[in-house]
């Protein structure tokens, strides 16, 4: 078990003396020319919804950095099949994460319907409920769209709440996100469906298969957001042991599925109002009470009941605690997919309606690429192709990406992007003669020196 030599106090006050440094700071990621794009229900070809994607302005006080975002994110977001009127619209929001976030040592703070935490890109994390509930007196659902109300109202205990990544699935779009009346979110890792090893929805068939990342599980995964007690999040894969050694495995929930077939005692055994019997309709796992906590001494690959260990990683070599998106085996989430269902630290919403202090804006470093070429992984698929070629980059991509294709001769022949906060492209071969050809991806600021940073040959056959 790593042993911390200092406080988690002092240790995060130092960290926020060296603010221009703080991750907290520089891995959100800035964007104010590239607007985002969506999917209309049986249109295949994304449309533009002229908002602008990621966070438009990053500035810091001495106490925690302000983010500016339209909530947006560089990804196509929808179609959302299940019947969702809304669409991802601009929430001109403003986040303060703080640098000294603090653990709670008191009675632990359950996480909250709506926004509990915030994703580099601006968009929300929303935790595990869909605000839909069993109601024993009738004997039904209540609360959400299409339900009668819960007893009590919203904001009510119920004993058995319904499980969002469970069963909203039919709803989210390929990257595992919907929005609440404009507030786009994800309740879960923020990978495309199509990614994972076992793919549970369809939805990316005939949509562009994105997300904020890609899993690798050779690397230690992304930063990618920050929960609203100010400690970060980062994807599924990280360092075996907490002191950042053991080469690099998956992160597990510690929560598992009850051994029931009634649902009548909650999770700790205490009798409650009984909820369905567990069926085909009602599976294990439709509501959250029916996981249950087990806790792993001495396996430092299983989380704690927040879904989260102290440890090291690449953005802070000292140790913090970080929450994981946690996923099987297959790549398919797990509860409590993010943060909850109670937070590690002193929770307080970290939506402000202004900035009350003085601050520094943060300008990201600007010139050639900072994206080192040895480490730079992207997927050419299918090949042979004879239509499309997909473009897919793996991890994170904080920067714009220029895709281009090339001919034996060296002619260009076609030119597309991927925008920061994003991982694929198109090309269309489809009036190409067959033959090889040549796809460069390179970066760099805008009106910068390019770096190529990687070219891979691809066949196109007719």
Known sequence: MFKKLLSLQLLLISISSMAQLNPAITSFLQNTTVTGTYYVSGNSIAQSNGILVNCQTVEYSTTGVYVHTTGVPAYPTGPFLDGNPSNATNQNAIFKIPFAPTQNTGTATATTGGNIGIFINGVALFDYRDGVAWNATTNALCGGPGNPPCPGGPQATQAWNRDAVRAERPGFDCSKAHPAQGNYHHHQNPSA?????????????????????????????????????????????????????GGITRMKSGYQLRNITTRTTSPTGTTVTAGPVVSTTYPLGYFREDYEFIAHPGQEDYLDEHNGRFCITPEYPNGIYCYFCTVDSNWNSTYPYAVGPTFYGVYANRKVTSVTEPTTVYTPTTGISNVNSNDFKANIFPNPTNDFIAVQVMGLNKENLKVELFDEAGKLIQTSSITAGATNTYLDTRTLYSGNYLVKISGGSEGSRTQTLTTKKVIVQK
């Open 193 to 245: 469906f199509k990614l994972d090893l076992n793919v549970v929805s369809t939805i990316c068939n005939l949509y562009d298969a994105d997300g904020l990342y890609a899993i690798d599980s050779t690397q230690h995964s992304p930063l990618i957001g920050y929960a609203y007690d100010g400690f970060p999040i980062y994807g599924a894969y990280a360092y075996t042991n907490s002191n950042g050694t």
